[in-house]
């Protein structure tokens, strides 16, 4: 499949729901250019999310010290697009036994433990995120993906992606 078709697709798929109308052309542009130089559909990452509104940096460092709450932040109006209001949003907790949690919306999630690795911080973060997508009843996703990039997909889409000549090493996968 080549790259107009891809876009096409994508299109179809409502893959730019998320795409500010002023970078769609732009977006669309660089996901052509990129499938035909490296067989991926990245638009880049400045600040911290893509040209395309789906993909965002995630440190899992940066996650599993205190940065959960901030993420969450850069990708609030995704959250509100599929339903989900956030009223309250704490700064990254420790209780006195060094467990770190947020709480969102007046419940409390542990994204860790003292002992559990980046990983299981990730893994918590994801979940809470997926979890609270499905309750809302949105059909899109967290994914993983490479170089500790989160990105937001329907399964449709994240099927399209499995079945189309991309570089494998581009194509998120779940926690």
Known sequence: MNADKILKKLEDLNYFKFTLPENLNEAKEQMKSNFI???TLDTGIEDYV???????????????E????????????ILKKEGIIITELSTDEYDKEDIYYIVLNGQKYIMSNPNDSYDKTLENFY?????????AGSKERMFYQEEHRIIFLTEE?????KQINV???WIPSKM
């Open 37 to 39: 130089k490296n067989k």
């Open 50 to 64: 893509s040209l395309d509104g789906r993909i965002f940096h995630a440190d899992y460092e940066n996650l599993m």
């Open 66 to 77: 205190g940065g959960v709450s901030a993420k969450i932040g850069c990708f609030e109006n």
């Open 127 to 135: 979940n809470l995120i997926n979890n609270l997508l499905e309750k």
């Open 157 to 161: 889409i994240f099927d399209f992606f």
């Open 167 to 169: 570089n494998k090493d």
